[in-house]
């Protein structure tokens, strides 16, 4: 079944076309600006230098592609792809004025049935991703598909809390107010609910690890922040 058949995977594209135009703004306010500093830390996982390809999956907005454009040199290039027609048309408007932003290119397509050529990118990337994708074992599959020998793979995410002191400070920001929020600024309280429930419903990060062994990838390391509330998952695809 191609992505795009699955009802799940439609109603998710839905929603990001539906949020689009408010999604940045949000995401700043909701993360309290945290999240570019953990985009920074994945991005140094996956660059190296030369000119090299990295593909930035579930590119959205191009919030990850660009902070990575920025870093690159020479004939690097950024290819940022998403399901999300609405998301991608607000990383277009901003490629004329982002730093290299003549290096980085946005398509269409879904993470678990993209058109790439086997090995075609040197790195691959994901940011806020995984807790929306139906099929995380085809999720990434497919990125160790695309992926060359020797290339990194990094995603940061946001995982469900064990019970502590933090978390029931951290649940009552993220389960009650930013759903108020998202329904005050994006008008969508629906979609802002939805955020905080598929953190809720996800794997612990432990378990993402073991699915990202299991498409192939060794040296699966986890980084946490915010007592584990975000984690940077790291994995290489080493030579057979
Ligand atoms: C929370 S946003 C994150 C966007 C961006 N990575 C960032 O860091 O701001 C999730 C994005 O993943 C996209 N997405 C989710 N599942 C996808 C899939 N199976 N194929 C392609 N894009 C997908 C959505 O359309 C949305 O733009």
């Known amino acids: 079944m191609s992505s795009l058949d699955n009802p799940r995977d439609r109603a998710i594209q839905a929603m990001f076309d539906r949020i689009a135009g408010r999604y940045d703004i949000l995401n700043r306010i909701i993360s309290l600006r945290l999240d570019n500093t953990w985009r920074s830390k994945a991005i ?3 660059l190296r230098s030369g000119d090299q390809v ?11 592609t660009f902070t990575a454009a920025k870093k690159i040199k020479g004939g690097a290039r950024i290819v940022g792809l998403d399901f999300s027609l609405e998301m991608l048309k607000l990383a277009r408007s901003k490629q004329n004025s982002a730093k290299n932003g003549e290096k980085t290119c946005f398509i269409q397509g879904s993470a678990t049935f993209s058109p790439f050529k086997d090995c075609a990118f040197d790195g691959v990337m994901t940011a806020f991703v995984l807790r929306n994708v139906s099929d995380l074992s085809l999720f990434f599959a497919h990125a160790f598909r695309v992926l060359k020998n020797g290339g990194r793979f990094v995603s940061l995410d946001m995982f469900p809390l064990r019970k502590t002191w933090f978390a029931a400070f951290y649940s009552l920001y993220f389960y009650r107010l930013v759903p108020w ?8 309280r629906v979609a802002y609910r939805y955020l905080a429930e598929s953190v809720e419903s996800f794997h612990p990060p432990e378990r993402v690890a073991e699915l990202l062994e299991q498409a192939g990838f060794k040296q699966v390391t986890i980084r946490k922040f915010l007592n584990g509330a975000v984690c940077m998952h790291v994995a290489e695809k080493t030579n057979p």
Do not use: Y
Not at 181 to 188: N, S, T, V
């Open 44 to 46: 140094k996982e996956v």
């Open 54 to 64: 990295i593909l930035d999956l579930g590119a959205g907005t191009g919030d990850l």
């Open 181 to 188: 929020i998202g329904g005050l600024l994006a008008h969508d």
